[in-house]
């Protein structure tokens, strides 16, 4: 999983798996699902991030992790 923020657009898209999108769907304003040929969701792409989410601050808990890494 990914999380890339854009801050020229300030959107921040979430990329589940590296399977491409097929299909995207508008779930509310400015929050668009991404769906793969079979239906699976593989992303999610946030509009105005900064006003939605507090990207201040990520945590992660009990994730099943071998590595991480963390940049600024």
């Known amino acids: 999983m990914k999380l890339q923020y854009y ?3 300030d959107s921040l898209y979430i990329d589940l798996n590296s399977k491409p999108g097929s299909e995207s769907r508008e779930i509310s304003a400015g929050v668009v699902l991404d769906y793969d040929e079979e239906g699976d969701l593989v992303g999610i792409d946030i509009d105005n991030a ?3 989410l507090d990207l201040k601050e990520l945590i992660l ?5 071998e590595s991480q890494t963390l940049t600024a």
């Open 50 to 52: 900064s006003q939605k």
């Open 7 to 9: 801050p020229e657009t």
């Open 61 to 65: 808990n009990k994730l099943p992790l």
